[in-house]
């Protein structure tokens, strides 16, 4: 009860008085101000590190609050340290870890605050962090792999673009004086692109908010629910972009149900988090028809029979875990193996963007230099025209 009372005269004054010092010091951090907002979202890769080293405190046996302090300590992070601060704060004055961080819906997803909440009840945190960060490690990677395929051409369509358009604005209306002065017949192609180097030129603000008007219609179609599913319908109509989006799409589905179901998630709410963290309406439709099948008493591969969005794969494992009582780690290999051909597919996907951007930038630069230079090859025949 001495320890209890910090004005007590007991010798055993240091432990609440470093306490106290420590409560202060996260107290003061989150009376700072700054612009933070609760819709911010955390990075996947500071989730990820969060988890990782989280766990491998309470698994070497420290609290909850320690482990949160000694993250606090290394993280640069100015938005998630005041936001895992005030959690902290929470955490502190008795307040449970995930209803402490269901104050922050925008920051953190869903699997990650409802993963939390099944380990504390289940009295297995460490366990669950674990699962977690091996979760978020494996979705990075796929994000990455995935971001980086799509990175390369849309750079090089870039470059080639403000190229392209630097040319006929500035260099072809040179061309445009010299071939007037001949005041003879050009050759289509060069007729061709003296008027769109005319009229890019003297339209070129027209141009560009055209352009961004035309990017910020796109962008807020894309949003609704029609524009979401034409993107999808479109995407998997493409030929490796499809399989890709398909396969990709189907490892975090069987990644996130096996990791929530081994977390002790019950099934439907499992359901409902993979139906949230997705946006893809294909299999946001599947997720539904599960959801209904197995509130109907179904089993889940009896389900799954009907479906025609997920590989056969998935449908195999699902009857295989079953039979064996595992699913959650039977559809956790069927993610490994989406993953391994996600890989396979970026990898061939890039080698074959890298030649066909080649010969889209030949054939432009090409059409572009013939068409400049073929009245002076037939100058004679320009000038006698």
């Known amino acids: 009860m001495v320890m209890l009372n910090p004005q007590g005269s007991s010798g055993k004054k240091e432990q609440p008085h470093q306490k106290v010092t420590t409560d202060q010091k996260w107290q003061v951090a989150q009376n700072q101000p700054s612009p933070l907002k609760r819709g911010k979202k955390i990075p996947l890769n500071e989730l990820a590190l969060f988890t990782q080293q989280v766990s491998s405190m309470l698994k070497a046996g420290l609290p909850i609050i320690s482990s949160i302090d000694a993250f606090l300590e290394e993280l640069k992070?100015?938005?998630?340290?005041?936001?895992?601060?005030?959690?902290?704060?929470?955490?502190v004055k008795g307040t449970s870890l995930s209803d402490a961080l269901k104050q922050f819906p925008g920051s953190f997803p869903v699997i990650f605050i409802s993963m939390i909440e099944a380990g504390e009840a289940s009295g297995s945190l460490a366990e669950v962090m674990e699962n977690l960060a091996l979760y978020f490690d494996k979705s990075l990677k796929l994000v990455k792999k995935v971001k980086s395929a799509m990175t390369y051409p849309a750079v090089i369509l870039s470059i080639a673009i403000v190229l392209v358009v630097s040319i006929l604005v500035f260099i072809v209306p040179v061309f445009t004086g010299m071939f007037a002065s001949l005041g003879a017949t050009l050759p289509l192609p060069t007729r061709i692109l003296i008027a769109v180097s005319n009229c890019l030129g003297h339209n070129f603000h027209w141009v560009l908010l055209g352009g961004g008007l035309l990017f910020w219609w796109l962008k807020t179609f894309l949003n609704t629910a029609q524009g979401k599913h034409i993107r999808d319908v479109i995407v998997r109509k493409i030929p490796l972009f499809g399989e890709m989006s398909i396969k990709s799409n189907s490892a975090r589905f069987c990644?996130?149900?096996?990791?929530?179901?081994?977390?002790?998630?019950?099934?439907?709410?499992?359901?409902?988090?993979?139906?949230?963290?997705?946006?893809?309406?294909?299999?946001?439709?599947?997720?539904?028809?599960?959801?209904?099948?197995?509130?109907?008493?179904?089993?889940?591969?009896?389900?799954?029979?009907?479906?025609?969005?997920?590989?056969?794969?998935?449908?195999?494992?699902?009857?295989?875990?079953?039979?064996?009582?595992?699913?959650?780690?039977?559809?956790?290999?069927?993610?490994?193996?989406?993953?391994?051909?996600?890989?396979?597919?970026?990898?061939?996907?890039?080698?074959?963007?890298?030649?066909?951007?080649?010969?889209?930038?030949?054939?432009?630069?090409?059409?572009?230099?013939?068409a400049v230079f073929l009245p002076i090859f037939n100058l004679s025949s320009v000038v006698g025209g």
């Open 77 to 91: 992070s100015p938005i998630f340290k005041r936001i895992l601060t005030q959690i902290r704060n929470e955490v």
């Open 255 to 370: 990644r996130t149900y096996s990791v929530l179901l081994s977390s002790g998630v019950p099934i439907l709410k499992a359901i409902e988090i993979c139906t949230n963290i997705t946006e893809n309406t294909f299999l946001i439709k599947v997720c539904k028809q599960i959801s209904e099948g197995v509130k109907s008493g179904k089993q889940l591969s009896d389900i799954l029979s009907t479906n025609t969005y997920f590989p056969s794969l998935v449908l195999q494992m699902v009857k295989a875990g079953e039979k064996a009582g595992n699913v959650e780690k039977m559809i956790l290999s069927a993610a490994d193996t989406f993953d391994n051909d996600v890989n396979n597919l970026v990898s061939a996907l890039t080698s074959l963007i890298e030649p066909a951007l080649i010969c889209f930038l030949g054939v432009t630069m090409g059409g572009i230099v013939v």
